[in-house]
């Protein structure tokens, strides 16, 4: 019913703050920092060197501003493939649970958001499927279901589009990735044209790429509990096993409850609910 940001991550965390200090904590959340290293000192325990970012994403000029965590409980709530770059010798071997990282598979899945002058004739509310697509389609009109289209009296169809099998167009120009996808949509859809679009927003998601859940990787990812870390993302080990919202939250909540079962078991367990199917 609308953006990620508005209906579940900024609820969640203004949800989380509230909690914590009603149990009289305090739940703090610094933006703009990149890890950098996962270090293992010598007595054998994980430290975690961060560098701030400006707003832009680029590096301070001058010295960086760094900042260390150490001798607390951790959960590494990080992408695969940032991980995976993380991986050092001393990891290697103080963490069994990162082992069977590059056994792993992320792929980029690029998207399209399509602002269309006028609505879309025969437009489904739900999920769509471009059956036969080369680079195997998905869609879906926001406009049937947010309501700040309907707030702006937005006239036309939104429409975003993600491709299944984006591996042909890894490494294209903006340009180039927008121009291909286009042209496979207008191929399926008629009232697509180029003269019915407002403007063009496209996402390659290049530098973001999903994990996919090949068959048999089970045991290669990490358990919500590791030897020194908690693992949370929808690569790790859960019940919803499909890389989704519904996995990342749900790896979150079994990582909450291992640390809480290691840490403060005489606290009350987090109530994760059973998969439903």
């Not at 607390?72 to 991986?87: C, N, S, Y």
């Amino acid at each position: 019913k609308g953006s990620l940001g508005e209906v579940l991550i900024d609820r969640i965390f203004a949800a989380a703050k509230k909690a914590a200090k009603e149990a009289g904590g305090r739940l703090t959340l610094k933006q703009n920092y990149w890890l950098d290293e996962i270090e293992i000192e010598e007595n054998g325990q994980p430290a975690l060197h961060f560098i701030r970012e400006n707003r832009s994403g680029g590096a301070r000029r001058g010295k960086p501003q760094t900042e260390s965590v150490r001798d607390v409980p951790i959960i590494l709530a990080l992408p695969l493939d940032v991980l995976r770059k993380l991986q050092t010798d001393r990891l290697f071997y103080a963490e069994p649970a990162v082992r069977g990282l590059n056994s792993l598979r992320a792929n980029q899945f690029g998207a399209l958001d399509i602002y269309f002058k006028r609505k879309l004739p025969r437009m489904p509310k739900d999920h769509f499927d471009l059956i036969g697509s080369t680079y195997n389609l998905s869609g879906f009109e926001n406009t049937q279901h947010w309501p700040e289209f309907r707030l702006e009296k937005y006239r036309g169809s939104v429409v975003q589009f993600v491709a299944g099998s984006c591996k042909p167009l890894t490494g294209l120009s903006v340009e180039a990735f927008t121009r291909e996808m286009v042209s496979e949509i207008v191929q399926f859809m008629p009232d697509a044209t180029a003269e019915q679009m407002n403007y063009i927003v496209p996402h390659r998601n290049a530098s973001q790429p999903l994990f996919v859940n090949d068959v048999g990787t089970w045991e290669h990812r990490p358990p919500a509990e590791g030897r020194l870390f908690f693992f949370a993302g929808d690569y790790v080990q859960n019940d919803t096993d499909v890389t989704s919202m519904e996995g990342a939250v749900r790896s979150g909540m079994n990582a909450a409850e291992a640390l809480r079962s290691r840490h403060a078991p005489e606290t009350r367990a987090v109530d994760i609910l059973p998969p439903m199917g």
